[in-house]
RNA sequence: GCCUGUGUGGCGGAAUUGGUAGACGCGCUGGACUCAAAAUCCAGUAUUAGCAAUAAUGUGUGGGUUCGAGUCCCACCACAGGCACCA
């Protein structure tokens, strides 16, 4: 058969489509369902990516192997096409984002078509679409109706050039990614949502998934628990603050306190502050560094001392000064740390620079060199408290317990869990995203939309410009800015912030399970009938946030009672990148980009997939090599050719009998551990073996045709045609039998003090005695044991034999 | 600094519980077919020595456990990614 794949890929591209071959039906009890997703893409204008082909390729055979094994598969396929490269190509070319947006996508689906996947087209959408947004929406109104979304002031990544409010990852570095100016931290009203409220809830949930080990250790670091004690710390002449500390039986070692400059104790004390201009200074100066050059400044701990406020120590009374300084953070514990110079290495260098007071309290280090720290001490069973009244002599362990006792006995203090996770900053100041559907309104305040007025579109217009003072573009359009309050009637304002990207991802997976419905987000029938996601597959970078969101959202929808399971992803994987050919990150100022469409032309979508699969290990990164490409080809050619090997017997000959179900068992196995490079190489060695005998069986043919299949659907349906089956998309997966995976006769090594000296045929049921006297004379052995002594032989069945001699 | 991952031929990479290291593919070398080329087929291909059988060495480095270590333990080095003053 001539290999024209161009007509061949085409001719069954159309079947599945005109078949509906891989539309899920929801609810069928005849079959067990199973969902397999990966992560919709952004529909960017630099079309589809090898790196993509990569992901949808290994789910694609996963969904057709598991069709085939009569599951009820869900494959299916959108676009998450809010985001700023929509929205700045809109402005330079003065077009609605959503025109660039409708072409990507037609790009897009096009070249997922050309390549075969086995999508369920039917369920298809795009987080853009208002019937989608509507929904996005109307779950924001649940969020604030049960007081789960809040308006704060908190900084913000300003780029005074731009105008424009960016992103913590678009000011990565501390400098615009867009004009390279330095990045500024400016307040702002802000959309919150409470997602500190799950910490816990987050953490615990990771219990009921199977997420990939390291996927769940992104969370679990992502959210950062911390648990210690907060102590009350009275000031002298009246007032208190707290702290919050993991080291509490360092409390004797206080020399001074630090609180956070942006946080909210300072502004308190203000009044009584004596050097207040200092330390509005230092506030001020504080505010304006970026968070990178805060973090730059590491070495160099900045900071004043709070004049005519003191602080007294619980334990003994003493009274201690406090001081600002900018390595403490106003969002995290209580805005104000105790410092204990002798053990915490920050507080060393602050005491250091601002020549304060250091107090050993834990004895094993020398703490006039550096801090002697909890990470040292605390594997270090010799170490015991000195300097700490009637806690002096006590381990470390047991000082903690007591001196927490002592002090929560006192009332003085709580044991607190700390998250480094904050609450979800939801607001975006740009154009192209779901608006937030709420009014302000004088009288009223913030009043959420009714929601039957839903969806609230964004309006038609042409310009995209960024406001001068930051506001979202959507504050220029005062037509659709200006409105009545939902609740007393009179004139308000929409809100113009948008939703995050995060947002619209945070969902979909729902929403594939029940597309069409437009009176729910999805019916809780059909999201029970699915149950959750079973294998979902994306980028490792997004394994932190974009699944912590999702999960977040699905936790609050859960306890609302809108959705069946507190998890609804049971499965995550994520996969490597496609390297250039140069091992480095594919771009185009690199030139090292492949596009899938030339490779698809000039080799077919099979061969690229096969290659995909083959090119390594799935979870790690692999280079492009178009040189292996080829090799893949000449596989798929090799496939091909085996067809006239055909002869005129049936079932599997004994030659190949074995080979046949342990290749059954690999490839199922393979599949399902993300080993899809050792699928391919399964295949070779089984059509290598073909093609080793004189002729072979059509049964034989066949049964390497299905294995092929979930990777090279094409060709393998189209020569399955032609030796006269049905489509293998209808046919059912090969079983193989375990008894006939064996191999009857095998060889095994034969080590002489652990060297491997030779090999032997035995048979696979062959007894000790019978192996051992093979291998003693086997003739490379002998030599080496010949007049040696000995002591002992191990057989390993089915493996190895070891001899062991002496002298 | 912390967390995670990875170090195996010329290259991509195999090696499911410790049991014949280098499967499979690429590349390379030689040969067949051909006027020639492409395609295809056959043989070889970790390194060193040898015509060969075979031997020695060999999975980032140094130790250890074991009859036996790529795989387990301890210490370290390099690279990649993420987080980064989290009290």
């Known amino acids: 058969m001539e290999y024209n794949f161009k007509k061949i890929e085409k001719k069954w591209q159309n079947f599945w489509d005109e078949n509906h071959t891989f539309e899920a039906k929801t609810g069928d009890k005849s079959k067990e369902p199973y969902y397999v997703l990966v992560e919709f893409p952004y529909p960017s204008g630099s079309g589809l990516h090898v790196g993509h082909v990569r992901s949808y390729t290994a789910q694609d055979a996963i969904a057709r192997m598991k069709r085939m094994q009569g599951f009820n598969v869900l494959y299916p396929m959108g676009w998450d096409a809010f985001g700023a490269p929509a929205e700045q190509y809109a402005i330079k070319n003065h077009i609605h984002p959503k025109e660039a947006v409708k072409e990507n996508i037609k790009t897009f689906k096009g070249q997922m078509k050309n390549l075969g996947f086995s999508f369920d087209w039917s369920r298809e959408f795009s987080t853009t ?182 602080a007294i120590n619980p334990v003994n009374g003493s009274e201690v000064p406090i001081y600002l300084g900018d390595f403490v953070l106003g969002d995290y514990g209580t805005g104000a740390v105790m410092a204990v110079p002798s053990h915490d290495q920050r507080d060393f260098e602050y005491a250091t620079k601002h020549h304060l007071e250091i107090i050993e309290v834990i004895s094993g280090g020398d703490v006039s060199k550096q801090a002697y720290e909890k990470k040292d001490y605390l594997h ?154 079973d294998w979902y597959n994306g980028g490792m970078e997004h394994t932190a946030r974009h699944l912590l969101y999702a999960r977040f959202w699905v936790q609050f929808l859960y306890k609302i009672g809108l959705v069946p399971n507190k998890e609804m992803i049971w499965t995550r994987v994520s996969h490597g990148m496609v390297l250039g050919s140069n091992n480095e990150k594919m771009s185009k100022s690199k030139g090292n980009v492949i596009n899938p469409d030339d490779v698809i032309k000039e080799y077919g979508a099979d061969t690229l997939r096969v290659y995909e699969m083959f090119m390594g290990d799935y979870q790690q990164d692999a280079p492009w090599s178009t040189d292996s490409l080829k090799g893949c080809k000449r596989f798929i050619d090799k496939i091909i050719r085996l067809k006239d090997k055909i002869g005129t017997g049936s079932g599997y000959s004994r030659e190949l009998e074995t080979l046949i179900h342990k290749s059954i068992k690999k490839v199922e196995y393979d599949l399902t551990h993300l080993a899809f490079n050792t699928v391919v190489s399964t295949l070779m060695i089984l059509a290598n073996a073909y093609d080793d005998q004189k002729e072979i069986t059509k049964e034989e043919y066949r049964v390497l045709l299905i294995l092929l299949n979930p990777l090279a659907p094409h060709v393998t349906e189209e020569l399955n045609e032609l030796i006269g089956y049905e489509p293998i998309c209808k046919s059912v997966w090969p079983k193989y039998e375990e008894s006939k995976c064996v191999e009857t006769e095998l060889a095994i090594g034969v080590q002489v003090n652990g060297k491997l000296r030779g090999t032997i045929q035995i048979r696979v049921d062959e007894e000790e005695v019978s192996v051992k006297e093979k291998a003693l004379k086997q003739e490379n052995v002998a030599k080496f044991i010949e007049g040696k002594e000995i002591v002992k032989v191990i057989v390993v069945p089915k493996k190895i034999v070891n001899i062991v001699i002496k002298g």
Request: glycine letters at 6%.
């Open 129 to 310: 679409d208002p019937e989608y947004y509507k929904w996005t929406q109307w779950q924001f109104l649940q969020f604030y109706k049960h007081g789960m979304a809040y308006k704060d002031t908190i900084p913000v990544n300003w780029c005074p050039t731009c105008k424009s409010v960016l992103s913590n990852e678009d000011a990565a570095g501390g400098v615009c990614e867009r004009c390279g100016s330095s990045v500024l931290q400016k307040e702002k009203a802000q959309w919150m949502l409470r997602m500190s409220d799950y910490s816990e809830d987050l953490l615990k949930g990771l219990d009921d998934t199977n997420f990939a080990e390291k996927v769940k250790l992104g969370q679990i670091n992502w959210i950062g628990k911390s648990t210690g004690v907060e102590v009350d710390i009275s000031l002298v002449g009246g007032g208190k603050f707290s702290i919050f500390t993991t080291c509490i039986e360092t409390i004797y070692g206080i020399t001074f306190f630090v609180v956070a400059p942006d946080g909210k104790l300072i502004k308190e004390w203000m009044p009584r502050v004596e050097n207040k201009e200092e330390v509005q200074t230092y506030i001020e100066a504080t505010a304006k560094k970026s968070n990178m050059d805060r973090t730059e400044l590491n070495k160099d701990k900045s900071g004043v001392e709070v004049k005519g406020i003191k």
């Open 380 to 533: 270090n069973p010799e170490s015991r408290l000195v300097a700490s009244a009637e806690f002096s002599g006590m381990s470390v362990m047991e000082a903690k317990k007591a001196i927490t006792k002592e002090l929560v006995n006192r009332g003085i203090a709580r044991e607190v869990n700390n998250y480094k996770m904050r609450d979800w900053i939801f607001s975006r100041q740009r154009f192209w995203g779901e608006p937030i559907p709420m009014i302000h309104c004088e009288k009223c305040g913030w009043q959420p939309m009714k929601e039957e007025d839903l969806p609230l579109l964004l309006p038609d217009v042409a310009e995209y410009e960024p406001t001068e003072n930051g506001e979202s573009p959507l504050a220029n359009i005062t037509e659709w800015v200006n409105t009545t309050c939902p609740s007393c009637g009179g004139a308000a304002k929409r809100e113009t912030d948008t939703m995050p990207n995060w947002a619209g991802s945070s969902w979909y997976f729902l929403r594939f399970m029940d597309a069409h419905n437009k009176e729910e987000f999805a019916s809780m029938e059909a999201m029970k009938y699915w149950n959750r996601v």
